[in-house]
């Protein structure tokens, strides 16, 4: 009886996820970023809010905009508009994407401001925790075509909507 209802349970929460991610459904995410627990070269804590919005072009295919607000301990603050795309694999949230982004970095100590263009893949998961609302853990890495020094491996949690 036990293995019915385990099996039962994970057919249920596989048919929900599988149901969010089809052609035509709408997403929106709001995540933090990193809380200190990203590493790059040029950085020490950074704190970071990003907000992604996008759609289902096909299903389990989706095309995204993300805007991103970074400040950290060196008094540099830095804004990231992008476009990309994740893969979610078929029924089980797992998902991996990529995509190009422009950062605008400002140093106050040094008013000094640059400009840079990043490639960035990540990996994640959607866990639901109801129909429409998933809880998503993700590690990145954001490669900068300036420096390597401005390359990035981080990761967020992000709380997201499927409509």
């Known amino acids: 009886m036990k293995k019915l209802l385990v099996c039962l349970v994970m ?4 048919t929900l996820a599988h149901a969010q991610f089809e052609q035509n459904k709408w997403y ?7 809380l200190g627990l990203s590493y ?5 804590l950074r704190l970071g809010a ?3 919005a996008g759609t289902f072009l096909f299903d389990n295919l989706s095309l995204l905009l993300n805007a ?8 540099e603050r830095s804004a990231t508009f992008g476009v990309g795309g994740r893969y979610y694999f078929s029924q089980n ?10 950062r605008h970095f400002e140093y106050k100590s040094e008013n000094n401001d640059f400009n840079d263009a990043l490639w960035s893949f990540e990996a994640g998961y959607a866990f639901f925790l109801s129909r429409t609302v998933t809880i ?10 300036k420096d390597k ?6 990761f967020k949690l992000g709380f997201g909507l499927y409509f």
Not at 28 to 34: D, E, H, T
Not at 40 to 44: H, L, N, R, V, Y
Request: negative net charge.
């Open 93 to 102: 949230g797992i998902y991996l994407g990529t995509g190009v982004k422009f």
């Open 136 to 145: 998503e853990p993700a590690v990145y890495y954001d490669l900068s075509f």
């Open 68 to 75: 991103e607000g970074v400040y950290n301990e060196k008094d």
């Open 40 to 44: 790059s070269g040029s950085e020490d």
């Open 50 to 52: 990003q907000i992604t």
């Open 11 to 14: 057919l249920a929460a596989t």
């Open 149 to 154: 020094d401005y390359s990035k491996v981080g």
């Open 28 to 34: 929106f995410n709001a995540a933090v970023s990193n």
